[in-house]
């Protein structure tokens, strides 16, 4: 007769030897034997690991959508707000954020994970997490040893899209494309020796996080639900989780780029950058907090936080997200329109920034937002409207679109001590904006010179038709033909002296647009213009 196996012990045997193994791992694999072990064991092991506090389960189902899985290692002990560390090298978390950003689909959530199919035919989703698996989750206080090694023919695989991709990460300007969003340059080096030249160490980027950013990022409503459901905060910060900065300004940011470091995102904030308008929806009416970083995290800080001010107005018309943006007017929980966050930027300005002209620009509109909104520059006691912003940086197909929505063709660059300003007039006769060092270029279409030339002077011909004035003078006396000729703009020019522009007006120095451009010895083509002298 053959040797009976271990599965043939008695339940209370059986129980007794789980209970006497002393590593997660070991559990894990007596579990996986046969079906008889898997139903004794594997509850003993989410206690197990609760006990010791190991919460790799709870971010195992948040990011796979495994209703059953969380609920029994909650129901083990699990501390719903338990905080993962993990350290990624950059290119690492580079890649798996723009990953993340990229599964996000708007308005969509991916499918739940119940009823998925294990290694066990028709078992329940209540199974095992890759406990084989230590990339990741680590958690300093744990006396769990783990294996560097992963057996994948184990693991469970669950029928979630998000299955196939790495424990890590299942799946966030704004550009300032952004998505609203832009790559944030905090990182945390986690090696205090220098490298070998021969080994380079990687760049480590340090991520926190908990089960419910991880829920919330991938539009897993159940899973929110339950863990909120256990207690689990609604606002609590994160770091690193996604690449989200917030707009500070285009302008400012191609001319004096920040070094932010990273904001502390909330769960709120993970679903509106990755585009889950229903998750967020969902945080919302469970009572969380519509600002984008934890009130917590600027009361417990000794050092400055970036952040204040960034509501879930800001991003959800960042996104584009119009539904987002109705719950949070329908039911009153955001009512400032035209609400600033530290930068002085609105949710109409995120909107423009990110190009959502046929969805959130006109809802805000519709709303009340204003189109006026100034933008704190980098200059002292300075700031810029929207049409400024994008008459300087030579986005003209959006000043177009700023004129025709009401834009104040009068106001552009402010001095906020004496009120004079440039004019947006004056900005479209500039050289436009060019990146300085470290800054990344607005995403604007690729035009000819000649078809960028074309759009400045169709943008002029319609601020003068908007009632710019071709005379307007700034702080200094010049006036937009005067700013043309020191810029050398000639199409510029060409629209300013078809409109009507005046060679002869003298600047407060009593110099002509001819003598300015003499004086500058810059190599514009006097031909240009100086037929039109008398």
């Not at 970036?306 to 997200?321: E, K």
């Not at 002296?497 to 451009?517: F, I, N, V, Y």
Request: include cysteine.
């Amino acid at each position: 007769m053959a040797p009976r196996g271990i599965g043939a012990l008695p339940l209370e045997l059986l129980v007794f030897v789980i209970e006497n193994l002393d590593s997660v791992r070991d559990i894990s694999a007596l579990t996986r034997t046969n079906r008889r072990i898997y139903s004794a064991s594997n509850p003993l092991l989410y206690r197990y690991a609760a006990r010791h506090g190991d919460a790799r389960p709870l971010a195992w189902a948040a990011t796979r959508n495994l209703v059953g899985t969380l609920r029994m290692a909650l129901a083990a002990g699990a501390d719903p707000d338990h905080e993962f560390l993990d350290a990624l090298p950059r290119e690492t978390w580079e890649k798996e954020t723009a990953a993340a950003r990229d599964g996000a689909n708007p308005g969509t959530a991916t499918p739940t994970g119940d009823g998925a199919v294990n290694n066990f035919k028709d078992a329940p989703d209540d199974h095992m997490w890759d406990v084989d698996t230590d990339r990741g989750w680590t958690d300093s206080a744990s006396d769990v040893k783990w294996s560097s090694e992963a057996d994948r023919s184990d693991i469970d695989h669950a029928s979630s899209p998000h299955t196939a991709q790495s424990l890590t990460i299942s799946t966030s300007d704004y550009s300032s494309a952004h998505h609203p969003l832009s790559s944030s340059d905090g990182d945390y080096d986690m090696f205090s020796e220098e490298a070998e030249p021969s080994q380079p160490k990687p760049r480590m980027i340090l991520r926190r996080y908990r089960a419910m950013h991880l829920a919330a990022r991938d539009g897993h409503d159940a899973i929110v639900s339950l863990l909120a459901d256990y207690g689990a905060s609604l606002d609590v910060p994160s770091q690193n989780l996604c690449d989200c900065v917030p707009l500070y300004g285009l302008l400012n940011a191609t001319e004096q780029p920040e070094d932010l470091p990273p904001l502390k995102w909330s769960p709120l904030h993970h679903a509106l950058c990755h585009a889950r308008p229903e998750t967020a929806k969902l945080l919302l009416s469970r009572g969380a907090s519509y600002m984008m970083v934890p009130e917590s995290v600027f009361s417990s800080s000794l050092e400055r936080e970036h952040g204040r001010g960034l509501t879930a107005l800001h991003y959800a018309a960042g996104m584009g997200l119009t539904d987002v943006v109705r719950y949070l007017v329908d039911n009153k929980i955001q009512t400032e329109i035209d609400a600033q966050d530290e930068w002085t930027t609105t949710p109409f300005y995120y909107a423009y920034a990110n190009r959502h002209w046929e969805s959130t620009v006109p809802l805000l509109l519709e709303l009340g937002a204003n189109v006026e909104c100034e933008i704190k520059m980098y200059i002292p006691y300075t700031a810029i409207t929207p049409l400024g912003e994008a008459c300087r940086l030579g986005d003209f197909e959006e000043a177009d679109r700023l004129i025709d929505l009401g834009g104040d063709v009068k106001r552009g660059f402010i001095a906020l001590t004496n009120g004079g300003c440039l004019t947006p007039l004056h900005m479209c006769c500039m050289r436009s904006a060019q990146p300085v060092a470290g800054a990344r270029p607005r995403k604007r279409a690729v035009l000819s010179e000649e078809e960028f030339g074309i759009a400045r002077m169709r943008t002029i011909e319609k601020l003068i038709a908007h009632g710019a004035q071709i005379d307007a003078r700034d702080c200094f006396g010049s006036t937009p033909l005067m700013a043309a000729v020191q810029a050398c703009n000639v199409p510029a020019l060409r629209a300013l002296l078809k409109a009507g522009a005046e060679l002869k007006e003298h600047d407060t120095a009593s110099r002509t647009a001819l003598m300015q451009e003499i004086r500058a010895a810059q190599s514009l083509p006097v031909a240009a213009f100086s037929s039109h002298e008398t």
